[in-house]
């Protein structure tokens, strides 16, 4: 599976957008782009996940660039409530059958401020 | 989705015993694992709990140390045996609703006290 970098960490105001970039430089042709998050105390989310169209769901956007080697979590208005290590985490397609074991890095800690 | 629950949500526990940890899932699940995340640490893979079968431990987690049971498809153990301070973490369980998605729903932590 390809290595991921994410900065340590980031802050962003309440009720602006966040943009949380995760590079994969190594990716393969067959490896989708997971992001999770872990609130504080908590157990961690899913959030969303792609393999090269971009990506909306109720929680966020994500985008991934064309050729693969970067993507970027968007939170369109950032609440205090969205505060949390965010995870991105690239993991080859699975058959059935397949443990879909999750390696976790130690993400970007996102502080939402007021 | 699946919803998770774990007991207990913390225990402290003295060296040299044992404790275990019990995860529910709302719903049948194909998959089910157990992580641990040190203080300040991020999670790392203990064991995936196979149902009707043995767990499958990663690299350096052993079954005599973390013995996992997976009696059917909404109910795992996990036991941390022979305690020590380095044990004190929290465990979480997890479940992945579908074997071809890395899709999964975890429990809110177990959080060990080792004294």
């Known amino acids: 599976d390809a290595k991921t970098t994410q900065p340590p960490s980031m802050d962003c105001a309440e009720g602006r957008a966040a943009n949380l970039p995760c590079n994969h430089s190594?990716?393969?042709?067959?490896?989708?782009v997971y992001w999770y998050r872990q609130i504080h105390s908590q157990g961690p989310q899913y959030i969303i996940h792609g393999l090269k169209n971009n990506e909306t769901n109720e929680m966020a956007s994500l985008i991934i660039t064309e050729d693969r080697k970067s993507s970027t979590l968007i939170l369109p208005h950032a609440t205090l409530r969205d505060t949390a290590v965010y995870y991105c985490i690239v993991r080859v397609s699975l058959s059935t059958g397949t443990a879909s074991k999750l390696t976790f890095g130690t993400g970007t800690r996102l502080q939402v401020t007021l | 989705s699946a919803v998770i629950s774990q007991k207990p949500s913390r225990d402290i526990c003295q060296r040299g015993t044992s404790l275990t940890i019990q995860c529910q899932v709302d719903?049948?699940?194909?998959?089910m694992f157990w992580y641990r995340q040190q203080p300040g640490q991020s999670l790392t893979l203990i064991a995936t709990?196979?149902?009707?079968?043995?767990?499958?431990?990663e690299s350096g987690f052993v079954i005599d140390k973390f013995p996992i049971s997976r009696p059917n498809l909404t109910f795992s153990t996990l036991t941390v045996s022979n305690l020590s301070p380095e044990d004190s973490s929290i465990y979480l369980c997890s479940a992945g609703i579908r074997q071809d998605s890395y899709e999964q729903y975890f429990g809110p932590g177990t959080r060990l006290t080792v004294t």
């Open positions: 190594t990716i393969s042709g067959n490896e989708y």
């Open positions: 709990a196979n149902q009707g079968s043995e767990a499958t431990y």
């Open positions: 719903s049948q699940v194909t998959m």
